[in-house]
């Protein structure tokens, strides 16, 4: 069975992923021929569905905890179990205490514990929540892995389609394209940098609380760590804003002083696609299975909406008895 998969940022990589693995002869049209224009270029990376309940709905933690194992799977070593360590100013404990009501799979951990899990921040906090289950990995490097993998195994990579009725299905993983075209979908703005320092190191994503601006700081190696992310309700796709920005270098440096001297090698602003309840959904429109929605839960929720949606096309052709196309 031919397939058509539109889009090639994390969500149209994974259904094609899915789909090659249970047969299917993929082709995938997208316009840009690099990542850096889709949202999840941008993305953190964080596997954290018990962090994320904290905002989201239950469906998020159901359906994200085993993304770690559903990524090992599709590609093996580039998962990081280190957990999540959630962190909060001395002032601000009642946004901790806040945030361990909200959630599960999470430990209290003292001052020397902090200093165990992460030595560079001994000393700047008393209390922590550590959530030993999740995990991260570097998106980028995900995204070209992926990419490569799904080519070397003859999913065919074009700019554009001349005529869908070629396919027996087509998958439409376009995301913010559909903004105006898909019912309740909205685009959601994030921004981030990238810093660069020597001076602090850290194992694992840590989210720093605060009453107004929560952010998180994940490792990248070799110095290098993401700082995100705004969520601003606007479609708004300029560059990053200078509030922005400075609220990102004042959460990085009430992590650690030493972000204050760190070369900022990179911002970046992009648009997440939500529905209302910000949990993506998998639809048919006609002869188009749709997966779109995904959020702030990107690389989270991809894996197991890619199955859903797979399992949507595989459907439609067993009812139909035969593919429309060979």
């Known amino acids: 069975m031919r397939v058509l998969v539109k889009g090639a940022g994390v969500a149209g990589l994974t259904v094609a992923h899915e789909l090659l693995r249970r047969g299917a002869e993929v082709t995938i049209s997208n316009p840009s021929q690099n990542f850096r224009e889709a949202a999840s270029w ?3 990376g964080m596997l954290a569905p018990w962090c994320e309940r904290e905002s989201a709905d239950e469906a998020v933690l159901e359906r994200g905890r085993d993304s770690a194992d559903r990524w090992e799977a599709i590609l093996p070593g580039k998962v990081v179990r280190n957990g999540t ?13 806040r945030f361990a009501s909200r959630t ?20 700047r906090f008393r209390h922590s929540l550590f959530f030993p289950q999740e995990a991260h990995l570097d998106p980028r490097e995900v995204l070209l892995s992926l990419k490569s993998d799904l ?15 070629e396919f027996a299905e087509i998958v439409d993983c376009t995301g913010v394209a559909r903004l105006g075209q898909s019912p309740d979908l909205r685009g959601v703005r994030g921004e981030m940098l ?10 694992r994503p840590v989210r720093l609380l605060h009453p107004r601006f929560p952010v998180y700081i994940v490792p990248r190696g070799e110095g ?36 204050a001297d760190a070369a900022i090698v990179e911002t970046g602003a992009g648009i997440r696609p939500a529905f209302p309840d910000n949990f993506p959904r998998v639809t048919r429109e006609s002869n188009v299975i749709i997966l779109n929605g995904l959020y702030r839960h990107g690389f989270l929720l991809a894996p197991t909406m890619a199955a859903e949606a797979a399992d949507l096309v595989f459907s439609a052709q067993t009812k139909q008895g035969s593919p429309r196309c060979a």
Do not use: C
């Not at 360590?85 to 205490?97: C, S, Y």
């Not at 951990?109 to 030595?119: D, F, G, Q, S």
């Not at 080519?151 to 009725?165: C, L, P, Q, R």
């Not at 993401?226 to 990085?252: C, D, H, K, Y």
């Open 42 to 44: 941008l993305a953190g």
């Open 104 to 123: 599960t799979g999470y430990r209290w951990v003292e001052e020397r514990e902090i200093a165990t899990l992460e030595p560079s921040l001994a000393g």
């Open 85 to 97: 360590l959630v962190v909060a100013p001395n002032r601000d404990q009642n946004e901790l205490k």
């Open 151 to 165: 080519s070397a195994k003859g999913v065919i990579f074009v700019d554009a389609i001349a005529d869908d009725g």
């Open 194 to 203: 990238y810093l660069q320092t020597e001076e602090v190191t850290l194992a």
């Open 224 to 259: 290098l760590f993401m700082v995100g992310a705004t969520m601003i309700e606007t479609e708004f796709q300029g560059p990053i804003t200078a509030r922005s920005l400075m609220e990102l270098l004042n959460a990085a440096y009430a992590l650690h002083p030493a972000f």
